[in-house]
């Protein structure tokens, strides 16, 4: 077993370059499955969910070369199985965008129910319901999931639910369908846009991602031969400017999309720290103790929930008592006990969770129970005074490339050590 070991505070200070989106990237690997040829990507993040995802698409027939370690170039012309591996989509939540992909390709796919954070219930109706609409069948047995089409047919699909993932992935069932699918009350996440960009770039016809209507007209095959850069993580970037205002420290972000981070500086400001928007780079910077605050996640373009738990950080240090109403997930305060163990004064119930702040945290042994409450635990490690220890890394390995490596040279003292 690993941990990390922290030991704080340490304010931090200097550059750090954001990697690709983890959330973007998890959705293009599969997306390549509707290309009959050969394309690269680059930027992407060098997480284990990456990994697990060129394994499935492996398993499926795909040739993978890896370029470098951001880089890879696959070739799915010769896709030879229609039953993914039960082991390795069940171990992580964006297995499901196989389905899209595969019935777009070959109608057909046997796939494991996707695993993932366990942030309470997480259905795929929203899902199904799309692909029943583009004409598949789909059934739910045993753990698996089985869908089937002769020939998709576009057609209107309203969304009950903003949802990212039925979003990306009715996306990717009717690029190749027959006719014209639109997607009403659709996501508009970053990682939304850059699926629809990527499958552009190969040929498809996605129009008015990043709005609630999205417009896809089927076209008869996507060409590969391109070369497509994963966009920066949002959510990762949104960590380091939240890192920043905790353990009050000045942070200068590279190959950061500033525009995708609005929500995030508008509440570092009113919590009383600084943000400067360069472009491409973004320095964030806080000398005094934050304020409080109240935060309502909601789907893009607001509070995302993937930055709850960080924000929870500065909001259990900050001068007041705050409110975070997490509108999204049912469980997505289990690292509030965490943090209450460092000596944070938090009340979660049910989807709501009240932040009375205090001076200073302190370090403890803790916990993460997901990926995002896994970072927000580093971040606090950071921050506090004293020697915490952050176990169930594979949480946090599966979303943040080296987040060791890239916290210990902002000045952290951070260990990753082996029990
Ligand atoms: N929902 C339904 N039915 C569906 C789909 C979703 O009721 O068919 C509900 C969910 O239960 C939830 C809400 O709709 O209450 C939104 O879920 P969404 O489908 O948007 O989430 P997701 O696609 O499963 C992605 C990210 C999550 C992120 C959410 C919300 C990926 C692989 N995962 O999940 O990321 O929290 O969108 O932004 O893109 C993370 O990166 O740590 C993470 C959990």
């Not at 690997?29 to 499935?56: M, Q, R």
């Amino acid at each position: 077993m690993e941990k990390l070991v922290i030991k704080g505070p340490t304010p931090l200070k200097g550059e750090v370059t954001i990697s690709g989106a983890k959330n973007a990237a998890v959705a293009i690997l599969p997306a390549t499955l509707l290309i009959d040829g050969t394309c690269t990507i680059e930027n992407l993040p060098n997480i284990s969910d990456i990994k697990i995802s060129c394994e499935i698409l492996e398993h499926l027939g795909a040739k993978i070369t890896w370029n470098s370690e951001h880089s890879i170039t696959i070739d799915t012309s010769n896709i030879t199985t229609t039953k993914a591996p039960l082991d390795l989509t069940s171990k992580f939540r964006a297995s499901y965008y196989i389905i899209g992909a595969m019935l777009g390709r070959k109608g057909e796919i046997e796939v494991g129910m996707p695993g993932g954070c366990k942030l309470g219930a997480r259905p795929i109706d929203q899902h199904i319901k799309g692909f029943e609409t583009l004409g598949a069948n789909v059934s739910v047995e045993k753990g698996k999931i089985y869908a089937k089409a002769k020939k998709l047919k576009g057609a209107p699909i309203y969304m009950d639910i903003v949802s990212v993932g039925a979003t990306i992935n009715v996306m990717l069932a009717s690029v190749l369908a027959k006719g014209t699918t639109t997607i009403d009350n659709a996501a508009k996440e970053p990682h939304i846009v850059d699926v629809a960009n990527f499958l552009n770039t190969m040929g498809a016809d996605i129009r008015g991602a990043g709005t609630d209507v999205i417009k896809i007209n089927g076209v008869e095959k996507l060409h590969g031969g391109s070369t497509y850069s994963v966009v920066p993580d949002q959510i990762e970037a949104g960590t380091f400017m939240l890192a920043a205002v905790a353990t009050r420290g000045d942070l200068t972000l590279k190959n950061c999309i500033t525009k995708h981070l609005e929500s995030i500086t508008a509440k570092i400001i009113e919590v009383g720290g600084n943000v400067e928007d360069n472009g491409d780079s973004i320095r964030v910077w806080c000398s005094k103790r934050p304020n409080k605050a109240n935060i309502k996640t909601l789907p893009y373009p607001g509070f995302p929930t993937d930055l709850q738990p960080q924000m929870g950080v500065v909001l259990s240090l900050a001068n007041g008592t705050s409110v975070i109403n997490e509108s999204i997930w049912e469980s997505r305060f289990q690292y509030t006990e965490e943090l209450n163990k460092m000596g944070a004064r938090i009340t979660a119930q049910g989807k709501t969770a009240f932040f009375e702040g205090v001076k200073k945290l302190y370090g403890a042994p803790v916990y993460s129970s997901d990926l995002r409450a896994g970072a927000a635990l580093v971040v606090a490690g950071t921050a506090a005074e004293g020697i915490t220890e952050v176990y169930n890394l594979e949480h946090i390995d599966r979303g943040y490339e080296n987040i060791e490596e890239k916290f210990r040279k902002l000045g952290a003292k951070i260990e990753r050590v082996k029990e």
